[in-house]
């Protein structure tokens, strides 16, 4: 595990966004698992400005997201597939039909989920995995508890997790309270990680996640078993560390 001290928010975004734009280069028609969340905004912005320069190149990358809140169509501001476009996609080369997020408004969860993995197989895999870190150690939606084991699944959000998320909903009646989320075993078999994490806020769970014990209960801890993670955290999220 590769572990970059960024000096703030900023500086950890140009650090990641470097390192996704060496994925792009090093392999063109490459395919980025993609993130939502504050985490990874300024990553985006950074990679929009360097496309804008000419440096780099989406037409033959493909994207899967990680996750969608179930209920929530495209067209909501909430929605996850919303926020790629709003923060990422519409700005850049991407081939839109080459980007995926779970199917929200697929009723039927095993449907949804089936036929995500679906996808995610038949791109072959994720080179390199974007993520952040939810307060109570989260990855994508895999709430404390998800077996490791598991492919896209839906699940039940956690209190903790609505209460976060709440921000950006008018109510927190608004909050959806299932979402679809690829599994840990869909992050883990990526060949690549790359963690974003900033804030104070989160320098308690981020030394649980990088030296305590690998559990269940904080999900993001199993990435100490993968072979290729680089974590780039700004100097609050490291604090405790
Ligand atoms: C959400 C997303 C996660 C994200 C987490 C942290 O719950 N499903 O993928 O990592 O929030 O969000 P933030 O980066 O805003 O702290």
Redesign the pocket.
Known sequence: MIIYRAKNYQDMSRKAANIISAQIIMKPNCVLGL???????GTYKQLIEWYKKGDLDFSKVTSVN??EYKGLSPENDQS?RYFMNHNLFDHVNIDKTHTFVPNGLEKDSKKACDSYNEIIRKQGGIDLQL?????NG????NEPGAAFEKETHCVD?TES?IE??KRFFASEEDVPRQ?Y?MGIKNIMQAKKILV?V??ED?AAILKEVLYGAITPEVPASILQLHNDVTIVADEAALSNS
């Open positions: 993130a939502t969340g504050s985490s990874p905004v990680l996750d996850y993520l952040g870190l939810g307060h989260h990855i994508g939606f959000l997790t976060a998320n979402a989320t974003v900033s804030g989160k």
